[in-house]
C-alpha cells in the first residue's frame, strides 16, 4: 500500500513569529522544521504500510527555497521519499492555492491513501486536507483518532462532538489525524544517516502545469486590511499558598456569586 | 458591495440548532437584509421555529443524508445552488468537525478561497470584513474576499451572543445534493457518545480544567470532583490530551474548545499562547500553579501560587463541608 503524507515545513513555533509588515505574510525565513502535527501523520503512514505487508510512504510538502530540513526529519522516520514543491511564485498561497499544489503533486505519487495533520501549526486553517480531496474527487474523513486499514478499505474512528463515530471508506481516500493518534518515533541514528541520500524530486509550479494566476499571492482572493494590537488583559491578586489559600478561592467565588 | 443575503450552516445536535450557529444568525441580521439557514439530517422541520426566532426566513433543506459525512453532500447542494445563481453574497460556518469540512469541501468547489479562525465580523463599503486572533490572540488582523462569488469564513464559538429576534418560524425549502460521485463513499458505520454528566463545556458558566502540573492521569479526577462541585465542566490542556488522559472533546485552547464563563479555574497549566486563546476572554479567571511566573498568571484575576496537589483537595473538601 502506497501512502502519501502531507507535511509542512514552519518556522520553529518557540521562535517569536512576526508578519511581514509589507505583505502581511508570516515571516519564513530562517531554517524550517517539521510540523510536530505531521509527525502523527508521518508515524501513522509508516505503521499502516508497515502493517499492509509493503509499500513505500511518500512525502509531499510545499515550502519556499527549497526547503528540505523537516522533508529529512521525516525520511530519517521512515519515510522512502519526498516531493517538494518550491517555487518563489508560491509565496503568499492562502489555504486553496497550496490545496491545488499538493493535489497535483499527489496525483504523481498515485497514492491508495493520504494523510494530512487536522491543522498545521502555523497556518490552522485546517481546510487544506478537504480541498485536497475536493480537487483530487476522493472521500475525506477528518479528525481521525483512530485509523485502520483493512484491504481496500479504511476504517477510522472519527472523533465528534458527542464521542466519536467509526466511519469507513474506500481507497483511495484522504485522512486527517489528530495529534497523540500515535507516538511518533524519533529518527535512529541509522534513520537520519539514510536520509541523506533518500530521493526528494523538487518541482516547481509550472512543472504541475499551474500558473501564477492560480496559486501565489497572483491567486489570492482574500486580502488583509490591517493588524492591530489585541486589548491585553491583566495580572490581578496573586497569593501564595500557605496552607489557606483555598479559602481565599472560596471568598473568590462567593463574590461572583457562584456559591 | 452591499450584502443583501447571509446564509448560515446551521447545525443540529440533540434536536437543536447549536448555540454557534445561533450565534453566527444573530450577528448575520446585523449584516445583511436576509438571513437564510442551511441545515441537513430528518429534523429540520422541528428546529424551523427556533432558527426563526433567531432571524432566519428560510431554511435550505439538504434532507436526510443517511449514513454520509456531511462535508460533500452538503457543500455539493450549497454550490449547486451558487451557480444556479441563487446563492447569498457570504456564507458561515461555525468552526465545528463538519462545519470545517463543508466549509473546505464548498470552498474547492466553487474556486473561492475560505477564511477560517474568524473571531468577528463587520461590515464596511467593500462589503463583509473579518476579524482574526493572531499570534495567541495579542493581535488582530482583519481581512476581506476580493474577486467574485460568496465569501466562505469559518468562525469560532462563542465570537458573538446568540439572541432572539422573535421572528416567525422559518420557511422549509428543498436544497438538491447534486451528483457527488466517488467523492461521497465514506460512510459512518457506528456511532458512539462519551458519556460527560454537568453541563456542556463551552456553555458552562463554571470551567475547571487540569493540566500537567496535575502529573498523572488519575490525578484528572479531582478536577472532574471540583468541576462537579462547582455544577461546571471539567476542562483540559492540550498537554494532557495529547498524552491520553482525557478526549479531545475536553481540550481548551486554539485547536479545542473556545469557552467563555464566568469563572475558568486553571489547575496545573502554564498558560501557553494556544491555550490562552481559548478561555482569556472568561469574565473571572483563577489560576492554581506552583511556579510564580507562570504565563497564566499575567491573565488571572486571582493566582494561587501553590500546588495543585495542596489546594485543590481542600478546596473539595471545604465545598463538600459547604453540603
Ligand atoms: C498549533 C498548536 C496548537 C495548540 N493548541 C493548543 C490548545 O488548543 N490547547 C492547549 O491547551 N494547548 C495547545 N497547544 C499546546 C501548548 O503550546 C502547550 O504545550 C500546552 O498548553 C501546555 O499544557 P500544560 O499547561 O498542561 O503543560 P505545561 O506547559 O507542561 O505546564 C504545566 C504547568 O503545571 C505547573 N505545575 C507542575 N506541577 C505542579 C503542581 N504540583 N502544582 C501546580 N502546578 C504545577 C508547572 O509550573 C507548569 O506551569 C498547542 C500547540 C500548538 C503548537
Ligand atoms: N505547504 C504545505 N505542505 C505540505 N502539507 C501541507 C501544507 N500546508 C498544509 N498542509 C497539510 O494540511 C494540514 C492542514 O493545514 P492547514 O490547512 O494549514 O491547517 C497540515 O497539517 C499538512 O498536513
Redo the contacts with the bound molecule.
Sequence with gaps: MNVV?????IPDPAAPAALDPGTHNLVRSGKLIL?D??AY?VEMALQLADAAGGGEVT?????PNGETSGLRTALAMGAAKAIL?SDDSLAG?D?LS??K??AAAIRRAEPDLV???????????????V??AELLGLPSVTFAKKVEVDGQTVKVERQTEAGYDEVTSPLPAVV?VTAGVVEPRYPSFKGIMAAKSKPVDTLTAADLGLDGSQVGAGGARQQIISVVEAEARSAGEVVVDEGDAHERVIQFLEQLKIL | MSIETIWVLAEVADGKPITTSLELITQARSLAGTVEAVAWGPGTADVAGTLGEHGVTTVHDVGDIGDALPGVPVASAVAAAVAAGKGPDAILFPATYDGRDIA?RLSAKLDRPVL?NVVGLSADDGGLVSQHAIFGGTQVVTARFTGEGPGIFVVRAKSFAAEPSGGAAAAVVPLAVDDTGATNTAVVVARHVEERSGPKLDEADVVVSGGRGLGEKDSYAMIEELAGLLKGAPGASRAIVDAGWVPYAYQVGQTGKTVKPTVYLACGISGATQHLVGMKNAKNIIAINKDQDAPIFTVADLGIVGDVHKVVPKLIEALKARG
Design positions: 503524507v502531507c507535511v509542512k515545513q510540523d502535527s505531521d501523520g512525502l509531499v510538502s510545499m515550502a514543491v498561497s489555504a497550496t490545496a499544489v499538493l494523510i494530512a495533520a487536522t491543522e498545521s501549526t502555523d497556518g490552522y486553517t485546517g481546510t487544506t486536507p480541498q485536497v486527517t | 473546505g477560517t
